[in-house]
């Protein structure tokens, strides 16, 4: 099955009540991320929001990963999710990593048309 990354953003709404969450979040984003799903998970540097990096087979089942977290239960955080398909970079030359790539899965990730790239002006 081919997973698709997402960064998702996590805008905290209610920061006086994340402490008392917090526990039970912390058990959801182990628990996540020892399932593989959670590659990198952690607040944002001035701790009003946080961020993730996620694998999963669809956008509908990393939703429902994401209406589990006892943060989302208590109405204390919104998401926005952006899918995206990286073809370049570091983590994709290390053959020990998750998200590495064979020579031949990088030329058929370079080879998909980019949208912006076939709507850019040609010069003549």
Known sequence: MDLSLYI????????????????????WCDRHSAGGT?????????????????????????????EEDPFFRAGLVDYEIVEFKPRRGRLRRSPDNPLYLTAEQLAEALAVPTPFVSAAPTAG
């Open 8 to 27: 998702v953003h996590l805008r905290y709404n209610d920061l006086g009540q994340l402490e008392r969450h917090h526990p039970a979040h912390a058990e």
């Open 38 to 66: 959670f590659l990198l998970i952690g607040p944002t540097t001035n701790y009003d929001s946080g961020a993730l990096l996620a694998r999963a087979g669809s956008r509908a089942e990393l939703v429902a990963i994401l």
